[in-house]
């Protein structure tokens, strides 16, 4: 099949790019601006000769690009953590809400029959350790940390625009991604990375996540497409390690790592951002963490069923944690060397 796969430069569109390629696919690669030579050329040098640029809040040059498409896989969307104003984060729930009501209107109006979009846990609530898993029948309603938001109230728009058109949609909901293949940090790589450089050197907080690699990611975008399946998928890997528990495989992989010696009592959580403050000072990382985030984390789990996907999508889990965290971590070393970094980690 013919497959546009927006936002291709970015690690999970790359990854779904390459995952499309290796099943015979062929691949409509679209990025903001065609002549960006830096974002191009890694997806030329996978074998895409079909890259157009696209800013999917443009609704026509959507139109356009989903030309002699079969399927739309929509990627393309701002994941920032901790937006430094109310305009950014206007701006992430813009490009969220706007790129995936066009996304699948573009599709309809383009006589695409299909559009697979790329969602987040994010849209999914955390809930008490004690709680039964949530399933794609749940929603996120505590929408205070802008991404969240955006990325809870473009999944929605993307469904009301599927209902308006009657386009058959299906959204994919993946946890933090980590994984190779990547030319820039995302914030979940980010997070890695500020754990090899030691910001858990004194304890860890008292908290999980639910992780899957980029590889796996890409094999669901590619069964979404190729299966003629619609609705939600959570796709995660079976267990959501806590914080600590991804320091001490770090340590195993590298004994340079320095490991968690033990978990933060909560009332740390509170001192979070300012906690964020430092390591981003000393470190020289991103923030990542803001009040909202910690509000929304503190007292609650993530837990999530992949079921569905299981049993619908035949999706698996193929590389384990800590292969995908010795990868993940072999290509930040990788890209701090590129960039001229004194200290490599």
């Not at 800013?55 to 399927?71: H, K, L, Q, T, Y």
């Not at 979404?224 to 399946?229: K, L, N, P, Y």
């Amino acid at each position: 099949m013919k497959m546009l796969v927006t936002g291709a430069n970015g690690h999970v569109g790359f990854g779904v790019c390459k995952a499309l390629l290796a099943g015979g696919h062929d691949v409509r690669a679209s990025i903001r601006s065609a002549s960006d030579a830096a974002k191009a050329t890694p997806l030329k040098a996978m074998g895409i000769d079909d890259i157009v640029g696209l800013d999917v809040r443009a609704f026509e040059p959507f139109v356009e690009a989903c030309r002699g498409i079969d399927v739309l896989v929509h990627v393309a969307a701002t994941y920032d953590m901790r937006p430094t104003g109310a305009s950014e984060s206007q701006s992430m729930l813009r490009d969220s809400t706007e790129g995936a009501a066009n996304a699948v209107r573009a599709a309809a109006r383009a006589g695409v029959p299909k559009v697979v979009l790329t969602s987040s846990v994010a849209a999914l609530p955390r809930v008490r350790a004690e709680d039964p898993p949530v399933t794609e029948a749940d929603w996120a309603t505590d929408l205070a940390v802008p991404y969240f938001r955006a990325k809870t109230e473009g999944e929605r728009a993307a469904w009301k625009a599927a209902e308006e058109t009657g386009i058959k949609l299906v959204t994919l909901l993946p946890g933090t991604i980590g994984g190779p293949d990547f030319r820039r940090r995302t914030p979940s790589l980010g997070m890695i990375e500020s754990i090899m450089l030691g910001s858990m050197r004194l304890g860890a907080p008292n908290t999980n996540i639910a992780y899957v690699d980029v590889r796996d990611v890409a094999a669901a975008h590619v069964l979404a497409a190729e299966r003629d399946v619609e609705g939600r998928f959570i796709i995660v890997n079976d267990h959501a390690p806590e914080m600590r528990e991804l320091s001490l495989l770090m340590h195993w992989s590298d004994a340079s790592v320095p490991a968690a010696p033990a978990v933060l009592p909560d009332f740390v959580m509170r001192a979070g951002p300012a906690l964020d403050w430092l390591r981003a000072s000393v470190l020289r990382t991103p923030r990542m963490v803001s009040r909202e985030l910690v509000e929304t984390m503190r007292g609650k789990v993530t837990k999530a069923s992949n079921a569905r996907a299981k049993a619908e999508l035949g999706w698996r889990q193929t590389v384990g944690l800590d292969r995908s965290l010795s990868e993940t971590m072999a290509a930040i070393r990788a890209l701090r060397r590129q960039e001229g970094h004194k200290l490599v980690i």
